[in-house]
């Protein structure tokens, strides 16, 4: 057990937002101005003298991540993972004029079975397409993955999350020399506020790190999840190049299939989830991402002005277009842990030139962004905070 303390905490409110969680606390909260309460809480906890730096450094060398905290028992949360009123006042999704009522989901479901029939994969390629340009997001079922497989790949990551804190300290570090690491919150030195999240990562391409390295409890299950998701990302990028009408193996050729990285993220109970978040609103670097997560639910991505939940659906794989959406995760107010797998596509050639294809450029279509180094590129996305992270108008002629 640890013995890290946090003498700065704010008061043992359990307020939740009802509309963002399956699960709720059947523990009401008084009938009054909620908001004006929490953001003069938060202010009053701001306007106290404390010393960040240390109160986070003294976390990190705990090794015991966010569920080390709950398993210790408290009952309120450090102050560095307090966000600001103003972020945590944007907590609520808008209603969006396009969504009829709040069981639909905005976010596109393609199935993408049938891919030999012609007639069939032009018509998923315009599917496809179409969600690319307009949300950046989309959930593909009958993808060719067994729903065992994906039930055992959660499964066997929920289960390393809560293997005891002993166990779990021998992966814990920043860096990722040996391709394994657990850590908690992968900007915590830059960020304004961490988030409520651990994350296992694992560097998966072009090779996997030693078998020995990959904790026991969830190596097989990886190992698997590595071959299904490096032939769904092959499938997936013929057919965002089918759409753009360039050759289908171009994004291949481009070696976006060959660098992998897995970001296993655990969001356990937040006893306070109106004063933090899972992950803070930002893009991801890279080609693609493909996500797994559980029934819990919490993901929503910024369409236009409204953030929108991406509800999990039964069976499908949630498919990100690198560094187009914002997206985050609210804090987990539910007593079950939210599991959640990206595995993030980059290119291998990282000192190469990337920029339009040229195919696509004419005097009538002139380019929108210049050419860019991917080591600059990734070099600056990581100096930064999560916190609304795009680069796309950094390049942008």
């Not at 907590?91 to 069939?120: A, F, M, V």
């Not at 690319?132 to 055992?152: A, I, K, M, T, Y």
Request: aromatic share 8%; glycine share 8%; hydrophobic share 35%.
């Amino acid at each position: 057990m640890f013995s890290i303390q946090f003498p700065l905490r704010i008061g043992n409110a359990h307020s939740h937002h009802k509309e963002h969680y399956s699960c709720h606390s059947k523990s009401g909260s008084p009938k009054r101005n909620k908001k004006i309460i929490m953001a003069a809480t938060i202010n009053d906890t701001i306007n106290q003298e404390y010393d960040r730096t240390k109160e986070v450094r003294q976390f990190d060398d705990s090794k015991i991540g966010v569920k080390g905290l709950i398993d210790s028992g408290i009952t309120s949360i450090p102050r560095f993972f307090i966000h600001s009123p103003e972020t945590l006042s944007d907590l609520k999704p808008k209603r969006s004029s396009r969504q009829p009522d709040s069981e639909s989901n905005l976010i596109p479901t393609i199935d993408i079975s049938g891919l030999e029939d012609s007639n069939r994969r032009s018509a998923v390629v315009d599917k496809v397409g179409r969600a690319s340009r307009e949300f950046g997001f989309f959930q593909v079922v009958n993808h060719g993955v067994p729903l065992e497989v994906l039930d055992r790949t959660i499964g066997a990551i929920k289960g390393f999350h809560e293997l005891p804190t002993e166990e779990k300290m021998r992966w814990y570090r920043r860096e990722m020399g040996t391709g394994v690491s657990f850590l908690s919150n992968v900007d915590l030195f830059h960020s304004k506020a961490a988030s409520w999240r651990d994350t296992l990562q694992m560097t998966l391409g072009p090779n996997l790190p030693e078998l020995e390295e990959i904790p026991g409890i969830c190596r097989n299950e990886l190992v698997d999840w590595n071959q299904y998701t490096k032939q769904l990302g092959e499938v997936l990028m013929e057919l965002l190049c089918e759409g753009l009408g360039v050759n289908a193996g171009k994004l291949k050729d481009l070696t976006f299939l060959d660098a992998r990285t897995m970001a296993a993220h655990y969001y356990p109970y937040c006893p306070q989830p109106d004063l933090t978040v899972g992950i803070m609103s930002h893009t991801d670097p890279g080609v693609l991402t493909v996500l797994l997560q559980d029934q819990i639910g919490g993901l929503q991505v910024k369409h236009g002005e409204d953030w929108v939940d991406v509800k999990p659906v039964p069976g499908a794989i949630v498919i990100n277009v690198g560094d187009i959406m914002q997206h985050r995760v609210l804090a987990n107010g539910c007593q079950e842990p939210r599991i959640s797998i990206a595995i993030f596509f980059n290119p291998l050639k990282r000192d190469s030139l990337f920029g339009p294809f040229p195919e696509l450029i004419s005097p009538e279509k002139p380019a929108v962004y210049r050419e860019f180094l991917y080591t600059d590129y990734i070099k600056r996305f990581f100096t930064k905070e999560l916190d609304g992270k795009s680069l796309t108008n950094y390049y942008k002629l």
